[in-house]
């Protein structure tokens, strides 16, 4: 069954505190991607990685971080730098960058307090 | 800036109704447009529409897309309750790996 999974589905973390959110494909894509939604706005990019050792800086990547040392796992943390870490967080691939669709996972809905 | 607008920001119709939604946008070089469903979680991917391939049909659901206008529409016909989602629409350019995406249409669709 191929797809992309997240874990875990719900996050409740402390302020100040790192987090890691888990995302696995195996659709054998070399392209991942990770983005925020936050409500009333569109989905914005954190990072993304073209292929495997690989990534870059999206739109809005202080206070986040990344590894992508397996091309099935792309990894994303929320580091206590991140001032607004309550978000839902979307998980993507594509066969590759550029003009490919972009399959999501489930998500991962964090709370900071 | 790159921009994606789309309109209505939320719409209820009763079934049986079409819908059309709107996804307007600017942004440098365009290379390809998506349409997505997101009913709870994961974005479902509908279309992709690019200067080669400007529309798309899938049983009740069509898309095209107008690059001198700059603009697409999605349209629903015979809705059922089973469409009530909100559908996003993303724009990509060329020279760049990202999609911007608009902040999407919130469709309710009663019994």
């Known amino acids: 069954d191929g797809g992309i999974t997240q874990s875990p589905k719900y996050l409740f973390r402390k302020e100040g505190q790192n987090v890691t959110l888990s995302c696995e494909q195996n659709l054998n894509h070399d392209a991942m991607y990770w983005y925020r939604q936050d409500p009333g706005q569109g989905l914005r990019l954190i990072y993304y990685s073209q292929i495997v050792n690989d990534f870059q800086k999206g739109d809005i990547a202080e206070g986040y971080s990344v590894s992508r040392e397996k091309k099935e796992s792309f990894p994303l943390t929320v580091t206590s730098a991140q001032k607004n870490p309550t978000a839902f967080y979307l998980c993507?691939?594509?066969?590759?960058?550029?003009?490919?669709?972009?399959?999501f996972g489930p998500g991962t809905r964090l709370t900071v307090t | 800036e790159d921009k994606v607008v789309q309109s209505p920001l939320s719409l209820v119709v009763h079934e049986g109704d079409t819908v059309t939604l709107n996804c307007s946008y600017e942004v440098t070089n365009f290379r390809s447009l998506l349409w997505y469903k997101q009913e709870k979680k994961a974005p479902t991917f509908l279309f992709m529409l690019t200067s080669s391939g400007i529309e798309k049909k899938s049983g009740r659901l069509s898309s095209i897309l107008d690059k001198k206008e700059l603009f697409s529409i999605l349209n629903i016909t015979a809705t059922q309750t089973g469409d009530s989602a909100v559908y996003l629409c993303a724009v990509g350019s060329s020279g760049t790996y990202k999609y911007i995406f608009g902040t999407g249409t919130r469709l309710k669709v009663l019994a």
């Open positions: 993507a691939s594509s066969l590759k960058a550029g003009a490919y669709e972009q399959y």
